[in-house]
Every structure is written in C-alpha cells, then in structure tokens.
C-alpha cells in the first residue's frame, strides 16, 4: 500500500506593515486571519499580526482583548481602549478561573476578537479557551506587545505591537 502523495505546505501569509492592513478590507483582513488558523489546524479562528489586528479594531470590525496581568499593562504599556480580560493573575502566573466569565461581560461569542499578550503564547492559550467555550471569531495576534526573545534573552527588538510602531501608552 502506498502513502498518499502529500500536498505541498503553503507558506503562513507574511506580515504586512499598516497602511497596507488599513488598504484591506476588514472581511479581507480576518481571512488572511483564518488562512493562518486553517495552515497551523488551530482550535480558534486563526492569528494576526499586529499591524493587521489594529487596523480590524481602527475600522471597528473587531475588540482588542488584552490577557496580560495588571502589573503588565500598567509597567509594560498598554493598548488605548483595548480590553483587560487576565488569562494569569500575580507573579505566580496562576491561571485567572474567572477568565471566560470576564470575557463573556465585555463581548458577545459572534464577535470578532483580537487576543494579545506579551509574545502570543498565552494570548494563543486564551483563544483556544475561548473557542471551546463557543467564541467563534477569537484571533490571537501574533507576536504579542512586545515579540519574541532575542538572542540576549529580551524583548523589544523581536516583532511585536511597539515594535510596529502602533499606538500604545504606559501609566
């Protein structure tokens, strides 16, 4: 018996800067979204970048949703008129159990949200808890606010909403 000829991978869509996420149309914007998803065979709608995932909350088609900790957003930076719904809570990082009840008091499960956290690894946990719980639209924004490590252990210099030059405060 002979194996199936496998198809070959598509590449991810790459990241685009904003005056090109801001030229799409929003329903263009969340398929590019869901291509992604569909290529990585996630449990949540799919990921953006974070160029992508602001020019969807600047055209109102989606709702920022940051699932940092409060010590995160108030030291770190935070997104103007963005949401705070913590996936952890306090310096042990102890997963928040009021997080979908949290979620579900500031959006509806049809709705179209952006997840971020520091890197889009815990905004990614988020969305796959969102979904199971019956969100439908939940993207997670890759990259997060301040991207990956580099090769000196930080962040800053790796991808990321600063990075991207988007707009983003600090107390």
């Known amino acids: 018996m002979s194996a199936a000829p496998s198809l070959p991978a598509l590449e991810p869509l790459p990241a685009i800067d904003l005056p090109a996420a801001q030229a799409l149309a929003p329903q263009a914007l969340l398929e590019r979204g869901r291509q992604r998803g569909r ?12 160029t992508e995932a602001w020019a969807l909350v600047e055209a109102g088609a989606a709702q920022l949703i940051d699932v940092r ?10 997104v103007p008129n963005s949401q705070h719904v913590a996936w952890q809570t306090g310096p042990a990082m102890i997963k928040n159990p009021r997080f979908l009840r949290e979620l579900q008091g500031k959006s509806q499960p049809d709705q179209a949200l952006v997840l971020l956290c520091r890197s ?3 905004s990614a946990a988020a969305a796959s808890a969102a979904a199971a719980a019956g ?5 997670n924004v890759l990259e997060g606010f301040e991207g990956d490590l580099d090769q000196y252990q930080q962040r800053g210099d790796n991808g990321g909403w600063r990075l991207r030059g988007l707009p983003w405060l600090q107390d």
């Open 39 to 50: 290529q990585a065979q996630l449990d949540y709608a799919g990921s953006l970048y974070p």
């Open 69 to 78: 900790t409060a010590e995160e957003l108030k030291y770190v930076g935070r």
């Open 120 to 122: 889009g690894k815990r």
């Open 135 to 139: 969100f439908s639209q939940v993207f």
